[in-house]
Nanobody
């Protein structure tokens, strides 16, 4: 099985930047689409951004502000968040799937989540 561990969350001021990391176990990392989701209190988990190695997918709310990158040699995926807004406050989850889908139910592996709080 694939194990995912997020890190890098914290408190940041509005308009600031933060970089999250997701470390994956195993040598099958390159076979999977890697993505990030987030969940705010009282809301459903929502898709943020993902990368398959050939394509990048974005939620409209983060396009132009967030960037995903992956280092297959290190089995690590990153989420660079710029121009952060208070509405970006959420628990951010790293996830892996064989094929891309917006629907959270179609993703097979999940990290434990890391809290991102953006102050106004």
């Amino acid at each position: 099985q694939v194990q995912l561990v997020e890190s890098g969350g914290g408190l940041v001021q509005a308009a600031g930047s933060l970089r999250l990391s997701c470390a994956a176990s195993g040598r099958t990392f390159s076979r999977y689409v890697m993505g990030w989701f987030r969940q705010a209190p009282g809301k459903e988990r929502e898709f943020v951004i993902a990368a398959s190695g050939r394509s990048t997918y974005y939620a409209d709310s983060v396009k132009g502000r967030f960037t995903i990158s992956r280092d297959n040699a290190k089995n690590t995926v990153y989420l660079q968040m710029n121009s952060l807004k208070p509405e970006d406050t959420a628990v951010y989850y790293c996830a892996a799937a064989f094929n891309f889908a917006v629907d959270t139910r179609r993703w097979d592996y999940w990290g434990q989540g890391t809290q991102v709080t953006v102050s106004s």
